[in-house]
């Protein structure tokens, strides 16, 4: 089967820190299949032109039997109508560039956010006569909407509306990081239509470069997040409990907030505001070098705003590395799909609640170091067991 994903934040792990398909396509070729990936030059995460020189619109490569097509991205920094322009160049570019590449494709992935690249992949399968597939990995607008980034009644809204809508109706299958993505197809009024988890997973090979939690008993207690820095991931509750817990005088705590983003200045203006003397910040790591930082953790935090759309369960590329690398994970998002609980691997407390989540870490920083060794273990196994992408792979393959 030849198989093309068109997804505009698609990376190797040497450069991104979100590397699903990738992974996933690393395990279809494994699985005997063909695997192409059409993503964007520009780098999202460090704002970057860093695949294609000047005057390239395309450039082809191979990693791991998996082929990219690096797609010319234009710069951008913000959220602005330079990020839109990035959006659209991208999505055109991948409708040219799908007409003439060979071989023939035989599916189409086009995996959200945002909404064009899914409908470039459709009009490229209807003219290479393929099978389209939508991939929803957040759902645009009514994401923007309960941040309240967009306003539900304006014209972007209803534009992005209307492109979703289009490629529910046309895909044949849809898969989603969503876990509840079933009854997101049955509110729109779509209930018959063939869906599929596909969670963010992990790479077992990777375990390589996972350390040892260090034992016996350390007195001092690293509290770890490893994400974007965005309004959806409620960075300013791990700052309010970072101070919380500073009030309190536990200095053997301290936190280390892993990524980078919109956010970012914000979050040094809040630990410059406050005096926060607990708070490291050691910026953007790419996902291979990811596992040997998240290993510094003895803790790691989970949290996000309280938003409608959460009803349909998140899946946050950062749980699936939390739970392999072993760790207890304190969760703190207000949604009905719950792995850390399922799992058996941490503390569950309720969203957009500083003191919650500050008690939580001072509740595992005083936890007997073997304790939290024995949950870790929990977190590892499940991980292996449920989210590994060669089980996903092969969940997938049945689709086809």
């Known amino acids: 089967m030849n198989i093309w994903l068109v997804n505009h934040y698609a990376g190797l792990p040497a450069t991104v820190p979100a590397t699903r398909s990738y992974d996933i396509g690393k395990q279809l070729v494994k ?182 939690a260090s034992y016996p008993d350390n007195p001092d207690f690293t509290a770890m997040f490893a994400g974007g820095f965005a309004p959806a991931h409620a960075l300013d509750v791990i700052l309010e409990a970072a101070l919380y817990i500073q009030n309190k005088g536990y200095k053997n705590i301290r936190f280390v907030l892993v990524g980078d983003g919109q956010e970012m200045e914000t979050v040094k203006s809040y630990i410059k505001e406050h005096s926060l003397k607990n708070i490291k910040l050691p910026g953007f790591v790419p996902k291979q070098s990811l596992y040997s930082i998240l290993s510094e953790a003895d803790a790691f935090l989970v949290t996000g705003r309280n938003l409608p759309v959460y009803g349909y369960g998140i899946s946050f590329n950062k749980i699936s590395d939390y739970l392999l690398v072993g760790r207890p994970v304190v969760f703190a998002v207000n949604s009905p799909y719950n792995p850390v609980s399922e799992a058996g691997a941490g503390i569950s407390v309720p969203g957009e609640d500083p003191e919650a989540l500050a008690e939580a870490i001072i509740q595992l920083s005083k936890m007997p170091a073997r304790d939290r060794q024995e949950i870790g273990k929990r977190a590892q196994a499940f991980a292996i067991k449920n989210l590994d992408y060669s089980i996903i792979a092969r969940r997938i393959e049945e689709y086809f």
């Not at 860093?50 to 990219?68: A, D, M, N, T």
């Not at 992949?121 to 290479?128: K, P, Y």
């Not at 009644?153 to 079933?182: D, G, H, M, Y």
Request: hydrophobic content about 45%; aromatic content about 12%; glycine content about 4%.
């Open 31 to 212: 699985l005997g299949h063909n695997v192409t990936i059409f993503a964007c030059s520009f780098n999202h995460y460090t704002f970057a032109e860093e695949q294609l020189k000047s005057g390239q619109l395309v450039k082809i490569e191979e990693s791991e039997g998996v082929r990219f097509i690096w797609v010319k991205g234009l710069k951008y920094k913000t959220n602005n109508w330079r990020r839109m322009l990035n959006m659209l160049a991208f999505s055109l570019l991948t409708f040219f560039a799908g007409l003439r590449l060979s071989p023939k494709p035989d599916i189409i992935i086009g995996t959200t956010v945002h909404p064009f690249a899914p409908i470039s992949a459709f009009f490229v399968s209807w003219f290479r006569q393929a099978r389209f597939w939508l991939d929803i990995t957040d759902i645009w607008p009514q994401s923007l909407i309960d941040l309240e980034h967009l306003r539900a009644n304006s014209i972007l809204a209803k534009l992005f509306t209307a492109l979703e809508n289009f490629s529910l109706r046309r895909a044949q299958v849809v898969a989603s990081v969503l876990p509840n993505i079933v009854e997101y197809i049955q509110d729109k009024g779509l209930g018959k239509k063939p869906a599929i988890w596909i969670p963010n997973g992990i790479d077992s090979v990777r375990m390589a470069s996972i350390k040892e």
